[in-house]
Each structure stands twice: as structure tokens, then as C-alpha cells.
């Protein structure tokens, strides 16, 4: 599947497990109250993640230890993730709600729509504005 060809996850017992455990991890992940616990379950579904890294409920996703996120990430509602599909975001980048990402993003951009395609760069002006919440 992570080689692009066709698979049928239901003939293979490990990835059926796979699978439904991560569905039940993103439920309960999704009916958690913020805090500790909410914090500490999204780090055990996500393959990697930085610190600061939030998303807000409903989170779904297909196996999770193919997810990798960096430092300070941040996704709105309803993020569904098809990570049996490898798509690949870069460092800085900003994706549009309502996105559907096919092929992956250059770092330092602005991307959105469907099918996802960058709209722009993200300026140095960007980076400086008081919209800056690294700052």
C-alpha cells in the first residue's frame, strides 16, 4: 500500500487489526476533554509528532504510525487522514479547510481546494506579522 499499489486491507489479518485499533483509538480521542490524557493518546496514534501539536475533534485516520507532524502543528475540525496514501507535507506549510490533498505540498506554502494546489508562498512579511504565533 505505502508503494502506491493496489491492496485490499481486508485479506490481511495484521492490517485489519491495524486498523481497528486505530478507529477505536481516534473515537475515544475524540470524545476526551482537552487535557493531559487527549494530549498523550493523539502521541501513541501519530507515527511522530512534535511538540505543541494539537487537533481538534473529529480526527480520523486509517493506521496513524504512518502520520508524521513537527513541532507546533495545529489542524482544525474534522481532519481525516488517509495515511496508507504517504502524501507528504512540507516544513511551514499551510493547508486550507475543506482540502483534499492528493500529491504533496512544498515547504513554506500556502495550499487549498480540491484537489489541493499551492496558492502561494508564505512570505517573509508572513512570517513577521502579528498573525505570527511563534512569536
Known sequence: MLAGQVYNPGQDE???TELTA?????????????GA???????EILGQSGENCHIEPNFWCDYGWNIKVG???YANHNL???DAGGVTFGDNSVIGAGSVVVKDV???SVAAGNPCRVIREITEA???SDLNWKK
Open 106 to 108: 512544498p515547504a513554506n
Open 22 to 34: 486505530c478507529k477505536a483509538k481516534c473515537l475515544r480521542y475524540n470524545q476526551l476533554p482537552s
Open 126 to 128: 508572513d512570517k513577521n
Open 14 to 16: 495484521e492490517l485489519v
Open 80 to 82: 481525516t487522514v488517509l
Open 37 to 43: 490524557e487527549k494530549k498523550e493518546l493523539l502521541k
Open 71 to 73: 513541532d507546533n502543528f
